[in-house]
């Protein structure tokens, strides 16, 4: 918030330098974003009397005059301006002056004649109409009254003053005020705070004869304040508002208007000013909007409503939109008679909600935003009155309708010295605490050991001991913190086991030659459709969001599936001819829906394949592989995943039985549905028993073998429906002690293989760790095979 140390210095003495003061304001908590000193903008410019005028001798459009500029002799300027007069008071740069615009004047001739300087308009010198009256006339700038010759420009302008820009927290919605600013500055430097005291003597009658009030929904306006003003006498403001408006930004525009912006900005509780006889029905209704009801506000602009909005409405029609701008109907003119009041609170996110609804930001909607006092729109009233009867603008009515759900009253904040010390680390006095805060406008005392705070109505951001800590201590002074090292026992970070084992996994893949993938954790309700999962499939369960970013991120995912099918489908599109990803993330399972309380989070690991070089065990290859890696023993029997090619997956499971997840080239109609050309493979492992496995895993180490092995081939004759893991682990079964490795080298089907079966070859690798085997062993070996081989109706190849 920008303010005027002139205006500041109203109501609290200031006798520090600038960057003292400044620098005091930002360790309270305070920061000094700017300084604006406005002197500076022009210089050895004054005020000048004109004692005679006369023709150019050469020039019939220029005059000579003789000025008092205070300096003893008169100075004379030459000007084409043709409303200057002998006795005007203007405003002159002298030789070697500055005007805000950066020009610099010099002493000069014009046609022949000495000309010492230069009258000025209230352009040349920065002025508007508002800054300054007859400032945007043609021609040179009448002064007002009868300045001293040689009063410097910037002392009759306001121009001595210097802006501050002062940055507000959101907590501090009652510093968005001069008044505001000025308490905060008197206790920072142990001043005395001298706030205005409003007083006016009202001319009789009753406000309720002229005009009645009524609130429908007092949560949206908790209080609402009307009062009368009769015989208005409209017209400029003094000098000393316009000028305190101005360093503000605010165009002075007539005494009335400006009073409700000068208190406005003074107290920080906004106001507005109806003309009474355009009031329908002399009733003022606060409500909601009806909807596609229209208004034209006071910037010309016509605006639909709806339902949600708060108006303030006459009899017929709406007058005012709540908290943000009045009617253009209801504006102040020159020829109103009478007005009617009002200063008010409204609820802030309703004046947010609505503001950014119809795209308005005005200085009233800013500050009911950020929060308004309701104990103090009485003040703010009082002193718009006061200002009226000060300024002679109107005659007020007695009586004042104050309509409100309730008062406000302080909140009671109990605690000890020793609990505010201890939280600051800082031993601050007894007398200390209690004087910061009552000086704060926080009514305390100390009752025994007890304190007992009362914050005021518009300190709402004071809620426990740890607000009256700060308060103190931004007081006190941070100054007294002192350094203190560290202590404590330092505890070297780590991760968890899940991201270990996790980390342990994600490198293994990338020893595949396989990228990581990282997805959103929310899908498309429509991904269970895309890949063809049945009604009762409990994936089609999810959990859907309250508010998504888009149709595409609306429900927690279930499987990983849809998101590895998304990331390949476009690296497909995008002409990448291979692709090798994976993803270990979580799938978000519903104990019940709607969900009543947190889903569990499974751990998942999906991989996808693609290109001309991958198929279906290629995949199973990285898969058995990566599950070695974790001491398990993959098994693969035939499953029924709908997203999967029917003859072309398998689930996968654990030597004990336990299921780990499923593998297998893309259902083509999955794929059309993802927009895959071309095969593609995928598969969905749990994570979490990988982790137990790997947390379970232990390197053993064994000796080279000291003795040959032996290698038995054997062509079989088998089923051909008869999966090769069920001859494999008929094998391992039946010589556990001998079998050191299986190797399958061929399986064929066709000629010299009877219908209905297939020939599989294995090469079967023995040893035994303290001797060389047999011949013997090795036969009795490859017999006991067979015999566990013939119960699976498998025979040796003739």
Same mark, same amino acid.
């Given at each position: 918030?920008?303010?005027?140390?002139?205006?500041?210095?109203?109501?609290?003495?200031?006798?520090?330098?600038?960057?003292?003061?400044?620098?005091?304001?930002?360790?309270?908590?305070?920061?000094?974003?700017?300084?604006?000193?406005?002197?500076?903008?022009?210089?050895?410019?004054?005020?000048?009397?004109?004692?005679?005028?006369?023709?150019?001798?050469?020039?019939?459009?220029?005059?000579?005059?003789?000025?008092?500029?205070?300096?003893?002799?008169?100075?004379?300027?030459?000007?084409?301006?043709?409303?200057?007069?002998?006795?005007?008071?203007?405003?002159?740069?002298?030789?070697?002056?500055?005007?805000?615009?950066?020009?610099?004047?010099?002493?000069?001739?014009?046609?022949?004649?000495?000309?010492?300087?230069?009258?000025?308009?209230?352009?040349?010198?920065?002025?508007?109409?508002?800054?300054?009256?007859?400032?945007?006339?043609?021609?040179?700038?009448?002064?007002?009254?009868?300045?001293?010759?040689?009063?410097?420009?910037?002392?009759?302008?306001?121009?001595?003053?210097?802006?501050?820009?002062?940055?507000?927290?959101?907590?501090?919605?009652?510093?968005?005020?001069?008044?505001?600013?000025?308490?905060?500055?008197?206790?920072?430097?142990?001043?005395?705070?001298?706030?205005?005291?409003?007083?006016?003597?009202?001319?009789?009658?009753?406000?309720?004869?002229?005009?009645?009030?009524?609130?429908?929904?007092?949560?949206?306006?908790?209080?609402?304040?009307?009062?009368?003003?009769?015989?208005?006498?409209?017209?400029?403001?003094?000098?000393?508002?316009?000028?305190?408006?101005?360093?503000?930004?605010?165009?002075?525009?007539?005494?009335?208007?400006?009073?409700?912006?000068?208190?406005?900005?003074?107290?920080?509780?906004?106001?507005?000013?109806?003309?009474?006889?355009?009031?329908?029905?002399?009733?003022?209704?606060?409500?909601?909007?009806?909807?596609?009801?229209?208004?034209?506000?006071?910037?010309?602009?016509?605006?639909?409503?709806?339902?949600?909005?708060?108006?303030?409405?006459?009899?017929?029609?709406?007058?005012?939109?709540?908290?943000?701008?009045?009617?253009?109907?209801?504006?102040?003119?020159?020829?109103?008679?009478?007005?009617?009041?009002?200063?008010?609170?409204?609820?802030?996110?309703?004046?947010?909600?609505?503001?950014?609804?119809?795209?308005?930001?005005?200085?009233?909607?800013?500050?009911?935003?950020?929060?308004?006092?309701?104990?103090?729109?009485?003040?703010?009233?009082?002193?718009?009155?006061?200002?009226?009867?000060?300024?002679?603008?109107?005659?007020?009515?007695?009586?004042?309708?104050?309509?409100?759900?309730?008062?406000?009253?302080?909140?009671?904040?109990?605690?000890?010295?020793?609990?505010?010390?201890?939280?600051?680390?800082?031993?601050?006095?007894?007398?200390?605490?209690?004087?910061?805060?009552?000086?704060?406008?926080?009514?305390?005392?100390?009752?025994?050991?007890?304190?007992?705070?009362?914050?005021?109505?518009?300190?709402?951001?004071?809620?426990?001991?740890?607000?009256?800590?700060?308060?103190?201590?931004?007081?006190?002074?941070?100054?007294?913190?002192?350094?203190?090292?560290?202590?404590?026992?330092?505890?070297?970070?780590?991760?968890?086991?899940?991201?270990?084992?996790?980390?342990?996994?994600?490198?293994?893949?990338?020893?595949?030659?396989?990228?990581?993938?990282?997805?959103?954790?929310?899908?498309?309700?429509?991904?269970?459709?895309?890949?063809?999962?049945?009604?009762?499939?409990?994936?089609?369960?999810?959990?859907?969001?309250?508010?998504?970013?888009?149709?595409?991120?609306?429900?927690?995912?279930?499987?990983?599936?849809?998101?590895?099918?998304?990331?390949?489908?476009?690296?497909?599109?995008?002409?990448? =001819? %291979?692709?090798?990803?994976?993803?270990?993330?979580?799938?978000?399972? !519903? *104990?019940? #829906?709607?969900?009543? &309380?947190?889903? $569990?989070?499974?751990?998942?690991?999906?991989?996808?394949?693609?290109?001309?070089?991958?198929?279906?065990?290629?995949?199973?290859?990285?898969?058995?592989?990566?599950?070695?890696?974790?001491?398990?023993?993959?098994?693969?029997?035939?499953?029924?995943?709908?997203?999967?090619?029917?003859?072309?997956?398998?689930?996968?499971?654990?030597?004990?039985?336990?299921?780990?997840?499923?593998?297998?080239?893309?259902?083509?109609?999955?794929?059309?549905?993802?927009?895959?050309?071309?095969?593609?493979?995928?598969?969905?492992?749990?994570?979490?028993?990988?982790?137990?496995?790997?947390?379970?895993?232990?390197?053993?180490?064994?000796?080279?073998?000291?003795?040959?092995?032996?290698?038995?081939?054997?062509?079989?004759?088998?089923?051909?429906?008869? =999966? %090769?893991?069920?001859?494999?682990?008929?094998?391992?079964?039946?010589? !556990? *002690?001998? #079998?050191?490795?299986? &190797?399958?080298? $061929?399986?064929?089907?066709?000629?010299?293989?009877?219908?209905?079966?297939?020939?599989?070859?294995?090469?079967?690798?023995?040893?035994?760790?303290?001797?060389?085997?047999?011949?013997?062993?090795?036969?009795?070996?490859?017999?006991?095979?067979?015999?566990?081989?013939?119960?699976?109706?498998?025979?040796?190849?003739?």
């Amino acid at each position: 918030m920008k303010v005027s140390l002139n205006w500041l210095k109203r109501y609290v003495e200031i006798d520090l330098p600038l960057q003292a003061f400044c620098d005091k304001m930002t360790m309270s908590g305070f920061e000094v974003d700017g300084v604006e000193d406005l002197s500076e903008s022009m210089s050895n410019v004054v005020a000048a009397k004109i004692l005679k005028t006369e023709k150019h001798p050469d020039a019939d459009k220029l005059t000579v005059c003789q000025l008092d500029v205070g300096s003893g002799a008169p100075i004379q300027i030459i000007t084409g301006a043709d409303n200057i007069f002998e006795g005007a008071f203007v405003p002159v740069a002298l030789h070697d002056s500055r005007l805000p615009d950066g020009t610099h004047i010099k002493r000069g001739k014009l046609r022949g004649l000495p000309s010492d300087g230069m009258m000025c308009s209230g352009m040349e010198l920065g002025l508007k109409e508002g800054d300054y009256p007859g400032a945007e006339v043609h021609g040179i700038l009448i002064l007002e009254g009868e300045p001293a010759p040689g009063t410097d420009m910037r002392e009759l302008l306001g121009l001595n003053d210097v802006i501050i820009d002062f940055s507000i927290l959101s907590n501090r919605p009652d510093c968005n005020s001069v008044l505001g600013l000025a308490r905060e500055a008197a206790v920072v430097l142990g001043k005395k705070f001298c706030p205005p005291v409003p007083a006016y003597a009202p001319k009789g009658g009753d406000v309720r004869e002229h005009i009645a009030v009524t609130v429908e929904d007092f949560e949206l306006c908790p209080r609402y304040l009307g009062r009368v003003v009769k015989n208005l006498r409209i017209g400029p403001s003094p000098e000393w508002m316009r000028q305190c408006l101005k360093s503000a930004g605010v165009r002075s525009i007539n005494n009335i208007v400006d009073i409700t912006n000068f208190v406005m900005l003074e107290t920080g509780q906004p106001m507005h000013a109806f003309d009474l006889n355009q009031v329908a029905g002399r009733q003022i209704i606060v409500r909601h909007a009806k909807d596609g009801e229209k208004m034209t506000t006071l910037d010309s602009k016509e605006h639909t409503l709806t339902p949600e909005m708060l108006v303030i409405a006459d009899a017929e029609k709406p007058s005012c939109l709540a908290g943000i701008m009045g009617g253009l109907e209801s504006e102040i003119e020159d020829t109103t008679e009478d007005l009617f009041l009002e200063c008010a609170k409204f609820r802030r996110d309703n004046v947010r909600r609505t503001a950014r609804t119809l795209g308005m930001r005005t200085e009233s909607s800013a500050r009911f935003e950020k929060g308004v006092d309701a104990a103090g729109c009485a003040f703010a009233m009082d002193r718009a009155l006061q200002l009226i009867e000060e300024l002679d603008a109107g005659d007020i009515i007695d009586g004042v309708i104050d309509c409100n759900g309730g008062l406000p009253t302080g909140r009671v904040i109990e605690t000890t010295p020793e609990a505010i010390c201890a939280l600051l680390g800082v031993a601050v006095p007894d007398e200390a605490i209690v004087d910061i805060l009552n000086r704060l406008e926080i009514r305390t005392t100390l009752e025994g050991r007890t304190l007992r705070s009362v914050a005021p109505t518009f300190r709402e951001d004071l809620e426990s001991r740890a607000d009256l800590a700060e308060e103190v201590m931004r007081i006190y002074g941070y100054e007294h913190v002192v350094s203190t090292p560290m202590e404590g026992e330092v505890v070297r970070g780590r991760k968890l086991p899940e991201r270990v084992y996790g980390d342990l996994l994600k490198r293994q893949l990338c020893a595949h030659g396989m990228r990581e993938i990282s997805t959103y954790s929310f899908i498309s309700a429509k991904a269970a459709e895309l890949l063809g999962l049945t009604e009762d499939d409990g994936r089609r369960a999810a959990v859907p969001l309250i508010n998504p970013l888009g149709e595409e991120y609306a429900v927690m995912r279930t499987q990983l599936a849809s998101s590895m099918l998304t990331v390949m489908a476009t690296n497909i599109s995008r002409k990448i =001819p %291979a692709g090798r990803f994976f993803e270990l993330s979580k799938r978000f399972v !519903p *104990k019940a #829906l709607p969900l009543a &309380e947190q889903p $569990d989070e499974i751990p998942v690991l999906a991989l996808g394949v693609y290109g001309p070089d991958e198929d279906f065990f290629t995949l199973k290859g990285v898969i058995e592989q990566l599950l070695g890696r974790c001491g398990l023993k993959a098994e693969f029997a035939r499953s029924a995943e709908p997203y999967l090619h029917p003859g072309r997956q398998a689930e996968i499971r654990t030597a004990d039985g336990g299921l780990l997840g499923t593998l297998g080239e893309v259902h083509p109609l999955a794929a059309e549905r993802f927009g895959i050309e071309g095969r593609a493979y995928l598969a969905e492992l749990e994570a979490l028993p990988l982790y137990k496995a790997l947390s379970e895993q232990q390197t053993i180490y064994q000796p080279l073998p000291r003795h040959p092995a032996s290698v038995r081939d054997l062509a079989l004759l088998a089923d051909a429906g008869l =999966p %090769a893991a069920e001859m494999e682990k008929a094998i391992a079964g039946a010589i !556990p *002690k001998l #079998l050191e490795k299986i &190797e399958l080298f $061929d399986v064929y089907q066709g000629k010299q293989v009877p219908d209905g079966k297939k020939s599989v070859a294995y090469s079967i690798t023995l040893r035994a760790p303290d001797r060389t085997l047999t011949v013997e062993e090795c036969d009795e070996a490859v017999a006991k095979v067979m015999k566990a081989l013939a119960a699976i109706n498998v025979t040796l190849r003739q």
